[in-house]
C-alpha cells in the first residue's frame, strides 16, 4: 500500500465480494488503509463503531435486513462519519434518498480511480467543514464552553440515555451574583473576565462525564449524568464554596464573587427538558430571594423549593 499524508481510514459496505476487493485494491493505489469491510448493514454498523473510520464506502441496496440507506443513517446519527453512496443506477429519486440520509457523494458504478480519489476528497473536506461550522454554533466564545444551543440538544439524549438505563440525572442552574454591581462597579471587560474565570473553576470540580453549559449572561447550566439528587447537591455545594474561595484579580483588583444555584432531578422533578429547566430555575430564583450565595433544589412533587445550604 501506499503511503502518503493524505492516508485515511476507509471501511468497505459492499455485499459483492468481488467488488469489495477491487474497491480495497484501488484505495490502496490511492494510499488509502481499508481498515475493514462488511457485506451487511447489521455487522458494519457494528464494526464501524468499534473501528470510527474516516469515511465509509456504502453500497446503497445490501443484502438483509436493513438497506445501505438506513445504515447511513445510523452512522450519521451515531458518530458523523461521512458516508458515499455506491450505486449501479443514476436514479434522482435514489440520489434524493441518498442526501437525505446524511450521504456526502455518491459514485456510480462502474467508475474510475480518478473519480474515486476525487469524491473521497470532496466528502471529507465537506465533512470538516460542516463540523468546523457545528462547533462555531454550539461553542460559547467567551468562554469556551458549550452553549444554550447545544444544552438544548443534548437534555433530550441525556434523558434518553437514563431512561435506557434505568438511572437518574440532575440539572444545576447557576448564576453570578450581583453581576450587574460588579460591571457597573468595574466596567464590562471585568465581568467578561469574571465570567471566564467562574467558567474554568466550575469545570475544574466536575467529573469529566458532566456537561457545563453557558447557559447566557452571567447564567450557567450543568447536567450531571448518573447522579441522584443527594449527590447533585453536594457537589454544587461544593462547585458553589470553591468559587467563593477563588481569588480573581483583574487590573490589580480584586473581586470575591458567589454563585447561587438550583437543582431539579430526573425522574423526580420530571423528564422533560422543559420540566427540569423550569423546576431548576425556579429553585435558583428562590436562592437569589433568599439573600443569595446558597443552593436550593427543587421540591420533589413540583412545590415550593427547599433550602438546601448557605454559608
Same mark, same amino acid.
Given at each position: 500500500?501506499?503511503?502518503?499524508? %493524505?492516508?485515511?481510514?476507509?471501511?468497505?459496505?459492499?455485499?459483492?465480494a468481488? #467488488?469489495?476487493?477491487?474497491?480495497?485494491?484501488?484505495?490502496?493505489?490511492?494510499?488509502? &488503509?481499508?481498515?475493514?469491510?462488511?457485506?451487511?448493514?447489521?455487522?458494519?454498523?457494528?464494526?464501524?463503531?468499534?473501528?470510527?473510520?474516516?469515511?465509509?464506502?456504502?453500497?446503497?441496496?445490501?443484502?438483509?435486513?436493513?438497506?445501505?440507506?438506513?445504515?447511513?443513517?445510523? @452512522?450519521?446519527? $451515531?458518530?458523523? #462519519? /461521512?458516508?458515499v453512496?455506491?450505486?449501479?443506477?443514476?436514479?434522482?429519486?435514489?440520489? %434524493?434518498?441518498?442526501? &437525505?440520509?446524511? $450521504?456526502?457523494?455518491?459514485?456510480?458504478? /462502474?467508475?474510475?480511480?480518478?473519480?474515486?480519489?476525487?469524491?473521497?476528497?470532496?466528502?471529507?473536506? !465537506?465533512?470538516?467543514?460542516?463540523?468546523?461550522?457545528? %462547533?462555531?454554533?454550539?461553542?460559547? /466564545?467567551?468562554?469556551?464552553?458549550?452553549?444554550?444551543?447545544?444544552?438544548?440538544?443534548?437534555?433530550?439524549?441525556? !434523558?434518553?440515555?437514563? &431512561?435506557?438505563?434505568g438511572?437518574?440525572?440532575a440539572?444545576?442552574?447557576?448564576?453570578?451574583?450581583?453581576?450587574?454591581?460588579?460591571?457597573d462597579?468595574?466596567?464590562?471587560?471585568?465581568?467578561?473576565?469574571?465570567?471566564?474565570?467562574v467558567?474554568?473553576a466550575?469545570?475544574?470540580?466536575?467529573?469529566?462525564?458532566?456537561?457545563?453549559?453557558?447557559?447566557?449572561?452571567?447564567e450557567?447550566?450543568? #447536567?450531571?449524568?448518573?447522579?441522584?439528587?443527594a449527590?447533585?447537591?453536594?457537589?454544587?455545594q461544593?462547585?458553589?464554596?470553591? #468559587?467563593?474561595?477563588?481569588?480573581? @484579580?483583574?487590573?490589580?483588583a480584586?473581586?470575591?464573587?458567589?454563585?447561587?444555584?438550583g437543582? $431539579?432531578?430526573? /425522574?423526580?422533578?420530571?423528564?422533560?427538558?422543559?420540566?427540569?429547566?423550569? %423546576?431548576?430555575?425556579a429553585?435558583?430564583?428562590?436562592?437569589?430571594?433568599?439573600?443569595?450565595?446558597?443552593?436550593?433544589?427543587?421540591?420533589p412533587?413540583?412545590?415550593?423549593?427547599?433550602? @438546601?445550604?448557605?454559608?
Open positions: 500500500m501506499k503511503q502518503t499524508a %493524505a492516508t485515511r481510514r476507509i471501511f468497505i459496505v459492499e455485499d459483492e468481488l #467488488i469489495a476487493m477491487e474497491l480495497q485494491d484501488r484505495l490502496e493505489d490511492l494510499g488509502h &488503509q481499508v481498515c475493514g469491510s462488511a457485506a451487511h448493514a447489521e455487522r458494519a454498523l457494528e464494526q464501524i463503531g468499534a473501528l470510527r473510520p474516516d469515511l465509509v464506502l456504502m453500497d446503497v441496496n445490501l443484502a438483509g435486513g436493513m438497506s445501505g440507506v438506513e445504515a447511513a443513517e445510523r @452512522v450519521r446519527d $451515531s458518530w458523523a #462519519i /461521512p458516508v453512496f455506491l450505486t449501479a443506477y443514476s436514479d434522482p429519486a435514489l440520489i %434524493a434518498r441518498a442526501a &437525505q440520509a446524511g $450521504s456526502f457523494g455518491y459514485l456510480v458504478k /462502474p467508475f474510475e480511480g480518478r473519480e474515486l480519489h476525487a469524491t473521497i476528497e470532496m466528502a471529507l473536506a !465537506r465533512c470538516a467543514e460542516e463540523k468546523r461550522l457545528r %462547533a462555531q454554533a454550539i461553542i460559547d /466564545p467567551l468562554t469556551g464552553l458549550h452553549n444554550r444551543r447545544f444544552l438544548d440538544e443534548a437534555l433530550p439524549r441525556e !434523558r434518553a440515555r437514563a &431512561q435506557r438505563e438511572s437518574e440525572f440539572v444545576a442552574m447557576l448564576d453570578i451574583d450581583h453581576f450587574k454591581k460588579l460591571n462597579t468595574y466596567g464590562h471587560d471585568a465581568g467578561d473576565h469574571a465570567i471566564r474565570a467558567a474554568g466550575i469545570r475544574g470540580r466536575l467529573r469529566e462525564s458532566d456537561l457545563l453549559c453557558r447557559f447566557g449572561g452571567e450557567f447550566t450543568v #447536567i450531571l449524568p448518573a447522579t441522584k439528587p449527590q447533585a447537591l453536594g457537589k454544587i461544593s462547585v458553589c464554596d470553591g #468559587i467563593r474561595a477563588t481569588r480573581i @484579580v483583574y487590573h490589580g480584586e473581586m470575591r464573587l458567589t454563585l447561587s444555584a437543582i $431539579s432531578a430526573a /425522574p423526580r422533578d420530571g423528564t422533560s427538558p422543559e420540566a427540569l429547566l423550569r %423546576a431548576a430555575d429553585a435558583l430564583y428562590r436562592a437569589k430571594r433568599e439573600g443569595r450565595d446558597r443552593v436550593y433544589a427543587a421540591e412533587g413540583g412545590g415550593a423549593a427547599m433550602r @438546601v445550604a448557605a454559608p
